[in-house]
């Protein structure tokens, strides 16, 4: 908790002495919930976010009869938590073997580093991993997965230039002839709207499909916290382009931006897989709802 703590430090440091100094005494009246609302949007939660939550919490002042601001704080706390908790749904990579995981996203909004990241987690638990470099447009992209792959000793299927969709095929077969666990496909950076790119990842999708009729078992959009607002609609124009099935946001550690899980839940709540606090292979955590808000509020 502490550690999570630590890797928030930036949205506590707004928004938690925001929250404290908000509920720290005076009385429940319309100033206050104008204020709160100023410091949910502060924080990225998005219009409709911060709307449901001032409507949830003064239902439930007015139920409850409440006149501290103490006690408004612990609905806050509760509501915020209700409403992110549909994103807490960890990813089971126990269904199949191998286990393919398709990672996609814009260009430096963290895919690759989460691959570093995804690897050490999963041969933390004792699974084995194989890598397919299918970011192919890059040889800079390609050569920074060979050193996660070395520093972390599992193979990358690679090829010269190439077609990113071969590689994730190769990959696949070689998994599998391989008895490997996780396969992490990782693609070149694209934005939605870029049309032709994104039919070249569909390629790469069905390709993974004709190499193992199950997979992809998870489509990974990897999301900078940073982009606030705009990464609620990454997730809508890749989820509605590809079919995304889980998320993982990085850069919560650099960013005040943390509010935008509400936005996220609200609008599209596809699972949070992961947060991403830091840049080391270790600065990744499964999302818990309670964890995530605890440490936002004390
Ligand atoms: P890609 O283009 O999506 O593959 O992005 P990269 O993995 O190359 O990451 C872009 C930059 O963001 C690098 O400098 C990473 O070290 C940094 N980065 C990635 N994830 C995190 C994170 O959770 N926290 C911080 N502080 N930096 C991160």
Redesign the pocket.
């Known amino acids: 908790a502490a550690r999570l703590k630590q890797g928030l430090t930036k949205t506590r440091q707004q928004f938690t002495k925001q929250l404290a100094g908000l509920f720290g005494g005076g009385q429940i009246d319309e100033d206050l919930y104008e204020e709160l609302e100023t410091v949910l949007l502060t924080a990225d939660m998005g219009v409709d976010a911060t709307q449901t939550l001032l409507k949830t919490v003064r239902d439930r002042a007015t139920l409850r009869e409440l006149k501290d601001p103490r006690a408004l704080k612990q609905e806050l706390q509760e509501a915020l938590t209700e409403l992110v908790l549909p994103l807490e749904r960890p990813l089971d990579i126990s269904t199949h073997h191998p286990y393919v995981i398709m990672m996609v996203?814009v260009?430096?909004?963290?895919?690759?580093?989460?691959i570093g990241k995804l690897t050490h987690y999963f041969q933390s638990q004792g699974k084995s991993v194989l890598l397919a470099a299918g970011d192919t447009f890059r040889a800079a992209?390609r050569e920074?997965l060979m050193a996660w792959g070395e520093r972390n000793g599992v193979t990358v299927i690679a090829q010269d230039g190439g077609d990113p969709a071969a590689v994730a095929f190769d990959a696949i077969n070689a998994a599998k002839a391989r008895n490997i666990d996780v396969v992490l496909v990782d693609t070149a950076?694209r934005l939605p709207t870029q049309l032709h790119l994104m039919e070249e990842i569909k390629k790469v999708k069905r390709v993974v499909t004709k190499a193992e009729g199950s997979a992809p078992h998870e489509v990974l959009l990897?999301l900078d916290a940073n982009t606030g607002q705009n990464a609620v609609a990454q997730v809508k124009a890749f989820d509605d382009a590809l079919g995304v099935t889980g998320l993982i946001l990085?850069?919560?550690?650099?960013t005040a931006k943390g509010g935008v899980i509400a936005a996220i839940a609200r609008s599209r709540p596809v699972p949070l897989r992961f947060i991403?606090?830091?840049?080391q292979r270790d600065?990744l955590r499964p999302f818990v709802a309670a964890d995530f808000i605890n440490a936002l509020f004390d």
């Open positions: 996203g260009n430096g909004a963290g895919k690759t580093t989460s992209a920074q950076g990897v990085t850069k919560l550690d650099g991403g606090v830091g840049e600065d």
